[in-house]
């Protein structure tokens, strides 16, 4: 098989086919018409193997998981997705992987009526580029820079689960075997929050994705708005796998540091905590308040049942060393 027959097979006229696509694949560029009034958000991530999957993960998981992580970035932005673009690199043809691969992949994108618009397909080292795109309601996209002093502090999620994955995989930790094939599940099949992200449009002040640890992405928020937090490490959810699996001084690492868990960290003013959740209920989205904006120039106070505790470990980071 060659790159023309690869597309054709596994890409071409497969999956949902959106109205607002004039020309999807098979050409130099898709054409795409963006609603009025609204404005094109656009991302791009690379998984490369051995840094941001293992290589005995599924081809299914990993298809799912690609996009995953993009359709994340769009929600964290309050934006529908729309279209993506898909790059493939492969060592090989081999037909069963890509089928399978392609399944987990049109199986999300068709569950948020996501369409393959194009992409490109290459000989090398595995690896997957998607580039995302999605629209929102001109000037209602959720930022990073917007957090004020006294707004509250919010995560959609348990936090922890892919870390717990990872390490599981990595070092062998002894779970239980429900808890680890709930955690590997949270690892290889993320759920990007985007009911959430359009919920919070008009009500959140700022917003990210937890992809690289709940330290370094609120810093990333902080630093954006200038401005320093309180995070109450007893309020941050976590699931029954990791209060069952490690006690409270082994669980800091992977609520605190490690990422890949994909839920939404936002800063809510305190007039629209009412609105908020008024909306989270209506639209059955779950969001745990875990601390406050303060003045400062982006330090993150911990406390533990009111008290101050340090933590030395700040997040996934690249070129500073691996993740899995």
């Known amino acids: 098989m060659k790159e023309f027959e690869l597309i054709n097979r596994y890409f071409k006229g497969r999956g949902i086919t959106r109205r607002d696509v004039n020309l999807g694949i098979g050409d130099d560029c898709a054409l795409v ?4 009034n609204c404005q094109l958000a656009v991302t791009t991530d690379t998984l490369v193997a051995g840094v941001h999957f ?3 993960i599924s081809p299914r998981a990993l298809g799912h998981r690609a996009l995953a992580v993009n359709l994340s970035d769009l929600a964290a932005m309050g934006a529908e997705p729309t279209w993506v673009s898909v790059a493939l690199t492969l060592p090989s043809i081999d037909p069963q992987w890509i089928e399978e691969f392609t399944e987990g992949m049109h199986e999300i994108a068709e569950y948020f009526n996501v369409q393959i618009i194009g992409g490109d397909t290459t000989q090398g080292p595995l690896t997957i580029t998607i580039c995302a795109k999605g629209t929102v309601p001109e000037g209602k996209a959720l930022r990073r820079s917007g957090a004020k ?5 919010y995560v959609t999620g348990p936090l922890g689960d892919a870390g717990l994955a990872i390490e599981s995989r990595k070092q062998g930790f002894k ?5 680890l094939k709930y955690v ?3 690892f290889d099949y993320p759920t990007p929050r985007v009911a959430a992200g359009q919920v919070l449009r008009g009500l959140a002040s700022s917003a990210i994705d937890v992809s690289d640890g709940l330290i370094a ?3 990333h928020i902080l630093d954006m ?6 995070i109450n490490v007893e309020s941050i959810p976590t699931s029954d796998a990791m209060k069952s699996s490690l006690d409270f001084e082994q669980q800091l690492p992977f609520i605190l540091s490690y990422g890949d868990d994909y839920e939404l960290l936002f800063t809510v003013p305190d007039s629209n905590k009412g609105m908020l959740d008024l909306k989270l209920r209506q639209y059955g989205v779950d969001a745990v308040c875990i601390g406050q904006v ?11 049942n009111g008290e101050e505790f340090n933590f030395e470990q700040h997040g996934f980071e690249h070129f500073a060393k691996e993740q899995v």
Request: aromatic share 8%; net charge negative; no cysteine.
């Open 54 to 56: 293992f290589d005995d």
């Open 175 to 179: 779970i239980e075997p429900e808890h």
């Open 217 to 219: 992405d609120l810093g």
């Open 149 to 153: 002093v006294g707004d509250w502090i």
């Open 184 to 186: 590997n599940k949270r």
């Open 33 to 36: 018409s963006v609603p009025q």
């Open 225 to 230: 708005s200038q401005v320093s937090a309180v």
């Open 294 to 304: 303060k003045s400062g120039d982006g330090q993150i106070e911990l406390l533990y």
